[in-house]
């Protein structure tokens, strides 16, 4: 029961005196007073500017119309009607606004519900009137008159516009800004610019131990407003909106942030116009989702399910609302019915859950879209599920700290993902154990291993275009010249970790109150390439060695592995397929990397590839500076104070059951790792005379270091991404002892363990 959709406000006939080419009004109006539009509508509409997004952000329906309509006895709210038993009644609710004859009815299980539907339904009527949908009754000749007003005051109400039928209008044409993220923040950039700008304080509201400030700066005539919780972070925002008004931003970046266009403006921002997908509903931030889907969605049916294998994420809930399903996974029903509530919101009123507002907002204004946040739940819950069940009835190796997985996508959807590996670990080789023919792992981190399983499963994929017969089952075809291979339209793939990496991505993340902002970005410490601690946990600062020596480790030094966020950052430039793929395939990238828990943005971009942007050049072709999109799931792990189990379990597609490597030996009990270097290195030379290559570089095969080095534009491009981090002043990249590599092609593994002891 509802308004029909299309319905809109009689007015009044009236005349203003309207400066077309500014697109302002002449009449000017003091700080600190109330913008009021007398006879744009039936009842006078009060707004100062920047206030009605803070009405949205956090303020029902009901709480938007008494701040719109400010005039004594504007609304009216009666209950119509009482249906339904006395344990379920339904109340229907109607809304009379002053001077105006359209009655707006809401219908719910209590007055309350009722009263914010019909609020809903008045809105809406509103935003039409916003959007252009006028009756034979509206006065044409004052229509642009009162639409240049009412959208100064509407500009974001179009976000609910919601009616029973579900129907949506016409979404308004948006651009993508582009925000480039900088060490300097937007008063910094704004202020050299423009020497001697003033910020002055429009207004101040809100309770005074919770203040929200509005805050304005005066550029070339011009005002541009910010609001904030702090004036700090007012005048950033308001900066920024400066900035976005006369600056072209760079592609290829970051944040993107939606703000409609203004009709008739220059394209300042950025050549691309995107149309709006959704409208959706502002639901109340700050309420818990499993009380705000109750209130919505009076029946919904809720089922849990126990793993107690997974420690972690030891239940599961199910809720089903409208016959559809939606799941969400936790170590107690409480979380894991929190995580399935804010899954289920996300889909059904786009709803954004407040954790990942702040986490996914920085000060910069960055937006993460429903359809993000629904794939990265997607992603996270693809590698649990797939963990719980290729670990099912093994209890002792379930235990873990960090899983990893690479889930292969074919299109915008996850209806066609594929799983390609599981991965859990979270140490390094113990120094005695290393070996000299590529038969151990070492390094043991899940999303280490992770990308070694990928790199496994691309030669699976290779082998397939040496058979007709199997050609078009591949994900990799011939490029267009003929020569080398390319990934198949679509295909891309996602990493997640159920933390955040560690290095420069973790170190800091778990200390800072505002995730927000960075208090200290030029630190020294900040970017830093850091090792891992041998048959331990943690890393720590680079300290002048690049090469290590086998001697050395022998005697006992300390054998030193790169960490999981400079390793990440490497792939970012040279591509997850290494130095022999190289020879046959395209670079390949990470589109998405999805994280449990941990998520800084301000850290996790610069350390996986912010830190490099202004010192990486001269990348020869076809290799660049990737930025994978960055998300987090809604289930977020909790911390698990416990010792890090001595084991790595490695699941990758084809296997039959899991493989288990110790951590400090680096090979399984019987036998070595499917994807050891020895594996990898006979899989290599077993398909290098029957593929393509991509260039007639001359490729030595005599053993798999040389094999490696021989690939120039692949080595060419590692030099420099290195050179990059010693001319940001980040420290040297720390190898290997050289020796590891020299093994040939065709030693078996079994036959030759020659180990440091």
Not at 4 to 20: A, M, P, Q, R
Not at 221 to 236: D, E, L, M, V
Not at 605 to 624: K, M, S, V, W
């Amino acid at each position: 029961m509802g308004i029909e959709s299309g319905s809109t406000l009689k007015t009044h006939k009236t005349s203003f005196n309207f400066d077309e080419e500014n697109g302002k009004m002449k009449k000017q109006f003091e700080n600190g007073k109330k913008r009021c539009f007398e006879n744009a509508l039936p009842v006078p509409i009060s707004c100062k500017p920047g206030r009605l997004s803070q009405i949205i952000n956090g303020r029902n329906p009901i709480s938007i119309l008494n701040e719109l309509f400010t005039a004594p006895h504007s609304l009216a709210y009666e209950v119509q009607s009482v249906t339904g038993p006395a344990h379920c009644p339904s109340f229907v609710v109607c809304l009379k606004i002053k001077n105006h004859s359209i009655e707006y009815l809401g219908e719910g299980p209590s007055k309350k519900m009722a009263k914010t539907k019909a609020a809903m339904h008045a809105i809406s009527s509103i935003s039409d009137l916003e959007a252009g949908n006028y009756t034979d009754d509206f006065p044409l000749d004052a229509s642009d008159l009162i639409l240049a007003q009412v959208r100064k005051i509407l500009e974001k109400i179009e976000a609910l516009d919601v009616n029973d039928k579900g129907d949506s209008k016409t979404p308004t044409k948006r651009k993508k800004t582009e925000i480039n993220v900088t060490e300097k923040n937007p008063v910094s950039i704004l202020n050299e610019m423009h020497v001697g700008l003033k910020y002055e304080v429009a207004d101040v509201f809100g309770p005074p131990h919770n203040p929200l400030f509005n805050i304005y700066v005066e550029v070339n005539g011009q005002k541009f407003y910010g609001t904030g919780q702090s004036k700090k972070i007012a005048r950033a925002k308001a900066a920024e909106e400066a900035l976005k008004s006369f600056i072209q931003f760079p592609s290829n970046d970051i944040i993107l942030k939606t703000s409609t266009a203004p009709k008739g403006d220059g394209d300042f921002t950025s050549d691309k116009i995107t149309e709006a997908k959704t409208i959706p509903i502002a639901a109340p931030r700050d309420k818990n989702p499993v009380m705000l889907l109750n209130e919505l969605y009076p029946n919904v049916n809720y089922n849990f399910t126990q793993n107690e294998a997974d420690v972690v994420n030891r239940f599961k809930a199910t809720i089903t609302v409208q016959d559809e399903q939606f799941i969400g996974t936790g170590s107690s029903k409480k979380n894991a019915k929190t995580a399935a509530a804010k899954i289920a919101l996300a889909k059904l009123i786009s709803y954004t859950p407040v954790d990942a507002m702040i986490s996914h907002q920085s000060e910069l204004g960055s937006n993460v879209s429903r359809e993000s946040l629904l794939k990265a739940d997607g992603i996270g819950r693809l590698v649990n599920d797939k963990f719980a069940e290729v670990m099912a009835g093994d209890i002792q190796h379930s235990r873990r700290k960090v899983l990893a997985g690479i889930v292969m996508t074919r299109g915008p959807t996850l209806d066609d993902a594929e799983i390609i590996c599981v991965t859990t670990g979270t140490k390094c080789v113990s120094g005695g154990h290393i070996c000299l023919n590529g038969s151990s792992l070492n390094d043991m981190h899940a999303e280490i291993i992770a990308r070694r399983c990928l790199v496994n499963y691309l030669y699976t994929q290779l082998d397939l275009t040496t058979d007709p017969d199997t050609e078009s089952k591949s994900i990799f075809t011939k490029r267009p010249c003929g020569r080398g291979y390319q990934l198949v339209k679509g295909v891309e793939f996602h990493l997640y970790i159920n933390t955040a990496p560690c290095g420069d991505a973790r170190i800091f993340s778990p200390h800072e109150d505002n995730p927000n902002v960075d208090r200290h970005p030029n630190r020294i410490s900040r970017g830093q390439l850091r090792t891992k601690i041998e048959s331990g946990e943690g890393t720590i600062p680079i300290k002048g060695v690049s090469i290590q020596t086998w001697d050395g480790i022998i005697q006992g030094e300390r054998l030193l592995t790169m960490s999981c966020s400079d390793k990440i950052c490497k792939w970012n430039v040279l591509g997850l397929q290494g130095a022999l793929l190289s020879h046959f395939i395209e670079p390949i990238y990470l589109k998405g990397i999805v994280l449990g828990g941990l998520m800084k943005d301000q850290h996790l971009y610069r350390a996986i590839c912010g830190r490099i942007e202004n010192t990486l050049q001269g990348l020869p072709p076809p290799f660049l500076l990737n930025r994978p999109e960055m998300l987090k799931v809604s289930s977020v792990e909790s911390r698990q104070a416990q010792k890090a189990p001595s084991f790595a379990v490695i699941w990758t597609i084809g296997m039959e059951k899991p493989e288990v490597v110790s951590t400090e030996k680096g090979r399984p009990d019987v036998g070595i790792s499917l994807v050891c270097k020895q594996n990898i290195a006979q899989r290599f030379f077993s398909l290098h005379d029957r593929l393509s290559p991509i260039s007639d570089e001359e490729l030595v095969t005599t053993s798999y270091g040389e094999a490696k080095e021989s690939v120039k534009t692949y080595v060419a491009a590692r030099q420099t991404l290195y050179l990059a981090f010693k001319k940001a002043q980040l420290g040297t990249w720390v190898t290997k002892p050289l020796e590891q590599d020299m093994f040939e092609f065709s030693t078996p593994a079994e036959n030759t363990d020659i180990t440091a002891t």
